[in-house]
């Protein structure tokens, strides 16, 4: 099965720019939808943005739209989120996570996840 391995999750400032990456192993990743999702401490786990693993048609939340990018990067079987003008309520753990089916921001929605890497946004 596809298995999903998170990185690049460390302490930034205010304003500044971070791209967290996804390493993507396994078969049949031409046809799955890639997702971003991220959880706070005491909230539940939001939708951030999806993309199919072709790179057409990006989705975003209402709250990262026009700051965050997600893409594909066949070469090196990854999925990037790149994340400008970051704020403190950006913090989070941020979860890779990929599914078969049509667009969905339910995370119920989705198969499979890694295990989260943490973005922390200090002010």
């Known amino acids: 099965q596809v298995q999903l391995q998170e990185s690049g999750g460390e302490l930034v400032q205010a304003g500044d720019s971070l791209t967290v990456s996804c390493l993507v192993s396994?078969?049949?990743?031409?046809?799955?939808?890639m997702a971003w999702f991220r959880q706070a401490p005491g909230k539940e786990r939001e939708f951030v943005a999806a993309?199919?693993?072709?790179?057409?048609?990006?989705y975003y939340a209402d709250s990262v739209k026009g700051r965050f990018t997600i893409s594909t990067d066949d070469a090196k079987n990854t999925v990037h989120l790149q994340m400008h003008s970051l704020k403190p309520e950006d913090t989070a753990l941020y979860y890779c996570?990929?599914?078969?089916?049509?667009?969905?921001?339910?995370?119920?929605?989705?198969?499979?996840w890694g295990q989260g890497t943490q973005v922390t946004v200090s002010s």
């Open positions: 396994g078969q049949l990743i031409s046809n799955y939808y």
């Open positions: 996570a990929a599914q078969r089916g049509i667009f969905s921001y339910r995370a119920d929605d989705y198969t499979n």
């Open positions: 993309i199919r693993w072709t790179g057409v048609v990006p």
